[in-house]
T-cell receptor, first 118, second 115 residues
Framework: AQSVTQLDSQVPVFEEAPVELRCNYS??????LFWYVQYPNQGLQLLLK??????LVESINGFEAEFNKSQTSFHLRKPSVHISDTAEYFC????????????????FGQGTRLTINP | NAGVTQTPKFQVLKTGQSMTLQCAQD?????MSWYRQDPGMGLRLIHY???????DQGEVPNGYNVSRSTTEDFPLRLLSAAPSQTSVYFC??????????????FGSGTRLTVV
């Protein structure tokens, strides 16, 4: 079974400052990794994903995350945040198992609330 | 518009009442899931389905039932509502096979309060 730990429940930063949201996972098998974003009063949207290949993945709005297998981490970073990035961010993991019942369930971390101060 | 539709958006129940949260998707996704979101606990999987007629339990299934008679619909039933079931419920779906390119699509949620 997999588990995900997001080390910070809340992260306040000033606008245009850099930010890192930390995510560590535990799994006995190879995994896929995801970051989802939830804006206030909305559902979750996929922000970026690591499936294979390059360990650095990027989103269209300037976020990036790096898969570190040795440290079992998938931290999310942005060099300069904007007020519109205020949201809750969820790290999630799923195993690479065969497509049978029970495989590839998505397991979420507890979430990190990012607040941007002007 | 294509996507996952959840109804109702808000609901207040009395303890002991039953109700069904509706979820429908029009993307022909075989995989569907129900999650509940509680402060500080992220999203926890309640039940999931890998296709019509096939369902299984997730992390927190007690007090909930599901069925999957069609590919499009995956309703979640609360048998006898309890205050501990006060939460925001999300339905999500994804396509098999090519799922690695898309991840899950989530509905906008149902906010349930049990008094």
């Amino acid at each position: 079974a997999q588990s995900v730990t997001q080390l910070d429940s809340q992260v306040p930063v000033f606008e245009e400052a850099p930010v890192e949201l930390r995510c560590n996972y535990s799994s006995s098998v190879s995994v896929y990794l995801f970051w989802y974003v939830q804006y206030p009063n909305q559902g979750l949207q996929l922000l970026l994903k690591y499936l294979s290949g390059s360990t650095l993945v990027e989103s269209i709005n300037g976020f990036e995350a790096e898969f570190n297998k040795s440290q079992t981490s998938f931290h999310l970073r942005k060099p300069s945040v904007h007020i519109s990035d205020t949201a809750e961010y969820f790290c999630a993991v799923s195993d690479r198992g065969p497509k049978i019942q029970g495989a590839q369930k998505l397991v979420f971390g507890q979430g990190t609330r990012l607040t941007i101060n002007p | 518009n294509a996507g996952v539709t959840q109804t109702p958006k808000f609901q207040v129940l009395k303890t002991g009442q039953s109700m069904t949260l509706q979820c429908a998707q029009d993307m022909n996704h075989e995989y569907m899931s129900w999650y509940r979101q509680d402060p500080g606990m992220g999203l926890r999987l309640i039940h999931y389905s890998v296709g019509a007629g096939i369902t299984d339990q997730g992390e927190v299934p007690n007090g909930y039932n599901v069925s999957r008679s069609t590919t499009e619909d995956f309703p979640l039933r609360l048998l006898s509502a309890a205050p501990s079931q006060t939460s925001v419920y999300f339905c999500a779906s994804r396509a098999p096979g090519r799922w690695t390119n898309y991840g899950y699509t989530f509905g906008s949620g149902t906010r349930l309060t049990v008094v």
